[in-house]
């Protein structure tokens, strides 16, 4: 289908670039450029949105120019600067601001000479826009008035069918279109429940007319929206400035559109920014707000940034690296100041956590706080992640590291017995363990998993196809776990916020649909063992088509894949290919959620357009770094763990108390239900056995979360039943509090005749508490804890419950709960 509004570029081209703040407090613009410039075809069914911007800076002037149409019989424009066509010919719009006046031409084609109104991008996007097609209306499950249309219009052939066809063809009368039960309802001209949605004679009520008046045309094979263009994508604001939203419509057939009428506009951040149903943003407060615009399955934002201050202060803030740059680059764009620098005990603390999950031991605290090297943070680093100069010796605690982030690839890859069986688990958490070890590169770490074959106790990445069977259940884990995407929504309908159909859906469940499992006979009378293998052939339907679908990429190209080839090879190769940014900003994300306490998007596991990152600029250049090492999962962690932003003092400013998405200091985590759990023991000096594992094997080093543990269930150990982060929860509560202070767990082992306190019982009352300091703290008490646990133990009725009295305040205490 040919387009009907083509543009050519702005005069000059729309400089919406950030300008200093100084630019955008200018009163008026000396000189402005017009957006579009000039619209070489449109027909009386079109409306222009003409955005005025001050040429100095991004100071939009929309609302604040004249406008005139010296051709009054061709077309006419409003005090909006909205451009409607009246007839065909050559039309001129003057926009005047001050004494400054431009010219912007149109040419209207007669409507005879163009193309048929079409239903799926001229019709749908008005029921669209007017809110007939969203769930509440007659998109719900049963429709309102026994009209029932599909959520957003994603299936035009069926809403076509219950325009015209369905009820006896009353809903529209080709005899007398503007009696047409669709146009009377719409205008509340008869009784309508929902409301007026436009009025008669708008833009919407002539071109449904005139669709009516044409024959109600159904859809056809025509060109679609590919992508969405905004003006501005992002722009700094002062309180109570507007801004004047453009957007146009990219076609498959090259052609473009101004659809600023018709698309639908949400403020996701109601606080600092507005948006109303023309585009018009309202800068209210102060932050950042994404505003999201959607349009025929397309979605995009656009940010309104205001700054906090004006200036900001970065006194003895030197970058360390990119990440630095990066987040000072968004300090100042936000005008936020960050907090000083941690101290060396914290730091410690701090790194060994966030790395291994393990508390450091008093040697080490010892040696690295009397340690004068100035890079001792760095090479702490390197030691921790065996990188650096710890590259070719390894790291000494490369069990510990291993374990931990073993036990954060088991949660997503729901390692779990009750799904896979004793052997199968042992098998898939070995291999997962073995391979981190090893540092594997994480795109081969994601191959292996995606094209696993063979018995799943002797191949443990087999049974990935175990755990998830069906190739719907399997194209959704792997979007959420490797890509960050949240397909679900996609299987029924289209996605509300995001570009996925149901098309994308069946088509990368097509590259699963040659899976089968079968009982191992091959591998011996092995109870439980089954094998992965391929079927000769497997294919899926489209639920709402029939379509068979073809193995398809998300928005890619479907792929002819021979026979003798398993098709998850290509798709994996795609997952983890260079040149998919979706995979690299996915793993980057979840990592810098993990060590700096929020992901830069918010859930770390749902990427998409409409969920825009706090720090775009800092994701690509993680995900650039991340691919420049060949995936690399320990030279990504060492990046952030090196960096300044990443040893941020914790205390917020003022008036930085609400912020966790900038990283103007370290946002506090609590420590995961296993790692909390080594802890309490590593200060008790005590070994939690548990059943059916050795002695010595610690709560991180669990394959899966069948091992019985109150104390795990109750602080926040997923049962791993779903591919979702927030399945693991770090957010505090009342029985967490209560198990801690009186639980079993921590009396016993307070209590263990042959654990910490008996340790204690032999050295002085100051060697013992400051001891107690650090194997809870990693850090010496001051004097003025010293004279207060002293006085603890002075009021005891025996100094044995007295050094008991001490340890548990200290592992009840905040800062020994919270990484900080």
């Known amino acids: 289908m040919i387009r009907r509004v083509r543009f050519v570029a702005p005069i000059p081209l729309l400089a919406l670039v950030l300008a200093p703040m100084s630019v955008i407090q200018a009163a008026s613009a000396k000189d402005f450029t017009v957006s579009p410039a000039e619209v070489d075809r449109a027909t009386p069914f079109d409306q222009v949105q003409i955005q005025v911007t001050d040429s100095t800076g991004p100071t939009d002037l929309t609302r604040n120019c004249s406008y005139e149409s010296l051709t009054p019989k061709i077309l006419s424009v409003d005090s909006l600067g909205r451009v409607r066509f009246l007839g065909p010919g050559n039309g001129r719009v003057r926009v005047a601001h001050g004494s400054k006046t431009k010219e912007v031409p149109f040419t209207v084609v007669d409507p005879k000479e163009g193309t048929p109104i079409s239903f799926a991008e001229d019709i749908q996007p008005i029921l669209t826009k007017a809110g007939c097609n ?54 509340a001209t008869v009784p309508h429940k929902g409301g007026p949605r436009f009025e008669v004679g708008s833009l919407d009520y002539q071109t449904l007319l005139a669709w009516i008046d044409q024959g109600t045309p159904g859809p056809t094979k025509e060109a679609n929206v590919i992508d969405l263009e905004l003006l501005p994508k992002e722009r700094p604001y002062r309180e109570n400035q507007t801004q004047q939203l453009r957007v146009v419509a990219h076609y498959s057939d090259g052609s473009v559109r101004d659809v600023t009428h018709r698309a639908k506009y949400d403020s996701m951040g109601e606080g600092v920014a507005t948006v109303d149903s023309s585009g018009l943003i309202t800068c209210v407060g102060k932050g950042l707000a994404p505003v999201m615009v959607r349009y025929q399955g397309q979605a995009k934002v656009t940010h309104v940034l205001c700054p906090h201050a004006d200036s900001i202060d970065l006194a003895g803030f030197e970058p360390n690296n990119f ?74 605690y490369v069990e510990e590291w291993s374990a931990y982030w073993a036990l954060k690839w088991g949660d997503l890859l729901r390692v779990n017995r009750n799904s896979i069986g004793d052997g199968g ?18 795109d081969q770490f994601v191959r292996e998993i995606i094209s696993a074959q063979g018995s799943i106790f002797d191949n443990g990445p087999a049974n990935y196809f175990k755990i998830a069977t069906k ?42 649909t040659r899976v089968r499992t079968k009982n191992s006979v091959a591998f011996g ?92 600029a800092l994701l690509d250049a993680l995900a650039d770094h991340f691919v420049e090492s060949d995936f690399n999962l320990k030279e990504l962690m060492r990046a952030i763990m090196v960096s300044k932003a990443y040893q941020l003092d914790s205390t917020p400013r003022p ?18 239900a296993e790692a909390l759990f080594d802890a309490v023991d590593f200060a008790c000096g005590t070994k939690e056995t548990f059943r059916g594992v050795p002695r010595n094997v610690r709560a991180i080093e669990l394959p899966d979360p069948n091992f019985a543990s109150y104390f795990l269930d109750t602080m926040g150990r997923p049962k791993r039943a779903v591919a979702c982060e927030c399945e693991r929860t770090g957010e505090p509560n009342l029985a967490q509090v209560l198990h801690i202070a009186n639980g079993d ?76």
């Open 425 to 442: 688990m042992w098998a898939f958490h070995h291999w997962i363990r073995d391979a981190l070890r090893q540092n594997m590169p994480v």
């Open 745 to 820: 767990v921590v009396n016993r082992k307070l209590g263990d005749k042959k654990g910490r306190i008996a340790e204690l019982l032999k050295v002085d009352d100051d060697q013992a508490i400051d001891t107690m300091y650090l194997v809870t703290l990693s850090r010496h008490s001051t004097k003025e804890e010293l004279s207060r646990c002293k006085k603890v133990i002075t009021n005891a009725p025996d100094r044995r419950l007295g050094l008991e009295d001490v340890l548990w305040a200290l592992l009840n205490s905040r800062e020994f709960l919270f990484n900080h």
């Open 323 to 396: 990440v630095d740059e990066k987040v000072v680059d968004r300090w100042k764009q936000l005008g936020l100041s960050p907090s000083g620098l941690c101290s060396d005990e914290v730091f410690l603390r701090r790194a060994f956590l966030d790395a291994t999950g393990t508390l450091p031991s008093t040697e080490k605290v010892a040696s690295f706080l009397a340690s004068t090297d100035p890079k001792k943070r760095e090479h702490l680093v390197d030691e921790l992640l065996g990188t650096g100069d710890f590259a070719t010796a390894g790291s000494p």
């Open 655 to 672: 008036e930085n108390v609400n912020q966790d998405r900038y990283y103007t200091h370290y946002n506090v985590k609590r420590l995961p």
């Open 525 to 616: 009378a092995r109870d439980g063992d089954i094998v992965v293998m391929l079927r000769d052939k497997g294919s899926i339907r489209h639920p709402r088509t029939r379509e068979t679908m073809s193995p398809t990429p998300l928005k890619g190209e479907s792929m002819t894949i021979d026979p003798s080839v398993d098709p998850r090879r290509p798709l994996a190769n795609w997952i983890t290919s260079k040149e998919n940014r979706l995979f690299a900003r996915n793993v980057v994300n979840r990592i810098w959620g993990y060590l700096m306490g929020s992901g830069l998007v918010e859930p770390i596991d749902d990427m998409r357009e409409t969920n825009p990152a706090s720090n775009p």
């Open 134 to 187: 969203q769930g509440a209306c007659h998109a719900s499950q049963f429709g309102q008035g026994g009209l029932i249309l599909s959520l957003f219009g994603y299936a035009p052939k069926q809403d076509h069918r219950q325009l015209v066809e369905e009820w006896f063809g009353r809903r529209v009368s080709r005899a007398r279109p503007d009696q047409s039960l669709v146009l009377l309802k719409a205008t």
């Open 471 to 512: 190739p719907e259940d399997l194209a959704e884990t792997t979007v959420q776990v490797f890509l960050g995407v949240r397909l679900q929504c996609a299987r029924c309908h289209h996605h509300p916020f995001e570009e996925y159909s149901q098309a994308d859906y069946y088509g990368l469940a097509a590259f699963f």
